[in-house]
């Protein structure tokens, strides 16, 4: 007897509860007090079907939670990428208004100056570290050659120093070989501004008896023909007057931002007929 107990199949248990599960839910379709069997099997299948009614309850709800994080994963990608779209879209309308910016400035210069001027581009900087130049798209077929200065909206780039014919290298006035005749806007005193390799520039030769103060205002003299009179150069950062030199040693801030440098304008002077370009037919 004992042999036959324990070589019993495993699934007599689970027919035993179902069968009492289902006498359990016939008895309560009645709407009758239980009688005593029925009291003995609601309390033994009662915890198993709480059981069973608890673990589909718990799979509907993870299956169900499942596909919802699955569509919104979906959804979060798709709101990503358009996200990313609309970044890529603000930054290219940012950039186009800042272009216009600086362009509405080139054209107000333009229009304020008896001089001929041609738009360029930037389009390259010297990468040696020996000079401070850039490269701009513009060359002898558009009228440059040696010295043409350069300007922005700003004041005085440079000067151009090597030509081609569609190209042309500029030498910035932060350059330690740059040097450019100015004046104090503000009492008329004279000096030469050249290049310091860095950021700034000095302002040499200022006698002794030179009235200029930090914060005034440098511009073009237009001696040297090569610079028109009343550019901007700069603004005076520090004085050192000491008594055992012959001149006041001068700093000077650039008045153009030459880390920010796109655009520029080339100045063709008065009497100089540039050179066509050949039409396209």
Not at 36 to 63: C, D, H, Y
Request: a positive charge.
């Amino acid at each position: 007897m004992s042999i036959l107990f324990e070589h019993r199949p495993k699934w007599v248990p689970y027919i035993f509860i179902v069968l009492s599960l289902i006498l359990l839910s016939l008895s309560i379709g009645k709407g009758q007090e239980w009688n005593p069997t029925e009291r003995l099997v609601a309390e033994v299948a009662a915890p198993f079907q709480k059981l069973f009614m608890g673990t589909i309850s718990i799979t509907r709800n993870i299956w169900r939670n499942y596909f919802f994080l699955v569509e919104t994963r979906q959804e979060n990608l798709l709101l990503k990428k358009e996200i990313d779209l609309l970044k890529i879209e603000n930054s290219k309308y940012q950039e186009l208004l800042l272009a216009n910016q600086r362009l509405q400035k080139l054209l107000n210069f333009r229009e304020n100056t008896d001089e001929p001027v041609l738009p360029a581009r930037v389009i390259g900087w010297d990468s040696s570290g020996l000079f401070k130049s850039i490269i701009i798209d513009k060359g002898e077929k558009d009228g440059l050659r040696i010295n043409t200065p350069v300007v922005n909206s700003e004041g005085a780039v440079g000067r151009v120093v090597s030509v081609s014919s569609n190209y042309a290298q500029v030498l910035l006035i932060t350059d330690q070989n740059s040097a450019v005749d100015g004046l104090v806007q503000r009492s008329r005193g004279r000096g030469m501004v050249k290049g310091m390799g860095s950021g700034e520039c000095y302002f040499d030769y200022v006698i002794k008896t030179c009235d200029i103060k930090e914060g005034d205002t440098i511009v073009t003299s237009g001696l040297g023909r090569i610079f028109p009179k009343g550019l901007y150069l700069g603004k005076v950062k520090e004085i050192n007057d000491s008594p055992n030199k012959l001149f006041k040693d001068v700093r000077v801030t650039p008045a153009v931002d030459f880390s920010k440098l796109e655009e520029v304008l080339i100045v063709l002077r008065s009497g100089f007929v540039p050179l066509r370009r050949p039409e396209i037919q």
